[in-house]
């Protein structure tokens, strides 16, 4: 079976194979299969949202494996969800396959897919598959509002800035693949590793700071914290001054990346950025308990412009490009990489 | 402008381009920008389907301009939705972007597109944008269900077999294209190249068998009459029986493919397949009538196999491959291309 081709497998082959592994989720009424899913709606409002990962611009596959692509792929998309304090319930994949693809190679990327969909509640109910010249993975996720959604426009001057977990490791992970680092085998190196290919999307955090409208602004990392902060920052109307010292940096990061500027430009985290009035801090300590992630106040939004000022220990700003890098995901090329949603 | 690249543009600046463009439609409370958009349900159950158009695969940029492909990436979605009984309402654009486009181009896309967006009610409220070596095109679009939608698995035996509009002419029309025929030039095949190009999503038809569940079992012709009554048979447990003298043609049709096959194997009409009880004929003209479309009888669904028989006017069984052929739109190579929903 490894051996024979998606060619010689043929397309209605391959998907029933994709549709046999795919267990049917809560609220789907027809899945794979039909013309359209029919799906049942949890609440009165949905969320959709779109990420594409394409060979070469957005992944490698000499360091990535296609199960951390297939759960990767998926992660990415929840995280947007997440970050409008939604909850995710069912994606569409759409493949481009080169041509010398092996159904077991498809196998396991549905494989890495499969268990964070089954951890998030997330029914994969359709899709496209195509040949193409490289292998190109667009997934649309459908999730629904529990409460009201937390958009990026809600911050006011004076409001806290907070940060889930820790940032940097993603895009540490990414350039020890990139520089095939002896780090990656150690410790350090290997969390940084696993950081970048299997992002940990915020989903009960992103919902329990929404329940009562705690974070008024929010957003998930993808680009880098600096450039994250930036969207926030231009859809509030506010500026922001974030304390360097306070940014939460793991273990792996102080070993291996202490004097980089990763924590601040580097992408792919995933973690949730958010802002709050300052009455809400002990709510908010209490939030990150009951969802078991830290959660670090790193700054504070100013009003007067949008621009943000990164400053050091003593309060000296520290000289930084305005909107933080391009993510590392783009791989060296010259990027053109960006969400609508 | 029209002479800038996109690298030139910047991503936030085609995006912005892009949003612009874009009317904001109803049951949209947050669409381009943040980090999913938030929709309002129309109804308790969703409609969900994606499909994907990658250059050289399912288009050629020698004959397809970019307006006409804008168009059609958006109706061959509507028309999965439409297939269900089902309304579109909410769009993802997701896009591969080779290096050397330019804005006026991405903008003649959206044109097109949303000549089709405004016609069907449907709003784009995300997606994705990236560089890639060819041009790519992923939509998913979200629809609702205001009656109970009519999937394929609904045929019994003894049903009669409908289709909508006319077959093969897109078929038609794209073999005009590739061979460069001059009847291009000509009425007739202008024709013929137009319903390749644009076909039209039957939205209102589709509603309207829906409604009273008139079809118990449909589909939308994309790969071929014959493929996908085949889908509706395999879906179903019944065989069918189709009169190839009763296959509506369009008068291009007549005038330049009237000896060809492309009728019941030609892909892309986007036209509706059916089934419904015989009890159910009256109503069915009043539906085409109502609806503006022609609605052709055209078979018999038949019990004991999930084969297809087609005949001429004597009753004798034409020889054609079970299946149909692969749809014209994969330009010649080996095709994988199929979708999931």
Redesign the interface.
């Known amino acids: 079976m490894n051996t024979i081709k998606?060619?010689e497998l043929?397309?209605?082959g391959?998907?029933e194979r994709?549709?046999r592994a795919l267990p049917v989720g809560r609220g789907v009424?027809?899945g794979?299969?039909?013309?359209?899913?029919?799906?049942?709606?949890h609440?009165?409002?949905?969320?959709?949202?779109?990420?594409?990962l394409?060979q070469d611009?957005?992944f490698n596959l000499e360091w990535t494996s296609l199960a951390d692509l297939g759960y990767k792929s998926l992660a990415v998309n929840i995280?947007?969800?997440a970050?409008?304090g939604?909850l995710p319930a069912?994606a569409?994949?759409?493949l481009?396959?080169p041509?010398d693809f092996r159904p077991d190679q498809v196998q396991e990327f549905y494989r890495g897919m499969n268990v964070l969909a089954r951890r998030s509640g997330v029914s994969i109910?359709?899709?496209?598959?195509?040949?193409?010249?490289?292998l190109?993975i667009?997934v649309?996720?459908?999730?629904y509002?529990p409460y009201r959604?937390v958009?990026?426009?809600g911050a006011k001057p004076e409001f806290d800035v907070y940060v889930s977990g820790t940032v940097g490791d993603a895009a540490l992970g990414l350039e020890l693949l990139k520089t095939n680092s002896s780090a990656i085998h150690r410790q350090a190196g290997a969390y940084a590793v696993k950081r970048h290919h299997r992002p940990t999307p915020r989903m009960e955090l992103g919902r329990l700071l929404a329940r009562r409208q705690t974070a008024r602004a929010?957003?998930?990392i993808s680009d880098g914290l600096l450039q994250d902060l930036a969207h926030v920052c231009a859809?509030s109307g506010v500026g922001a001054v974030v304390w360097e010292e306070a940014l939460p940096r793991s273990r792996s990061y102080r070993a291996l990346a202490q004097n980089s500027r990763l924590a601040l430009s580097g992408g792919e985290d995933y973690e949730l950025l958010f802002c709050a009035p300052s009455a809400a801090r002990a709510e908010i300590m209490r939030i990150a308990k009951r969802a078991g992630v830290a959660i670090t106040r790193i700054g504070v939004c100013v009003a007067g412009s949008v621009s943000i000022q990164v400053v050091d220990r003593n309060g000296k700003e520290l000289m930084i490009g305005a909107g933080g890098h391009d993510h590392f995901a783009s791989n060296g090329?010259?990027?053109?990489?960006?969400?609508?949603?």
Do not use: Q
């Open positions: 998606l060619s043929g397309e209605f391959l998907i994709i549709r009424r027809l794979i299969g039909d013309d359209a899913a029919w799906l049942e709606n609440s009165p409002w949905s969320l959709l949202t779109a990420d594409m394409l611009v957005h995280s947007d969800i970050a409008m939604g069912y569409t994949i759409s481009g396959l041509r109910v359709g899709g496209d598959t195509s040949v193409a010249d490289a190109l667009s649309c996720l459908l999730g509002a959604p958009s990026r426009g929010m957003i998930d859809a090329r010259r990027k053109l990489v960006r969400r609508i949603t």
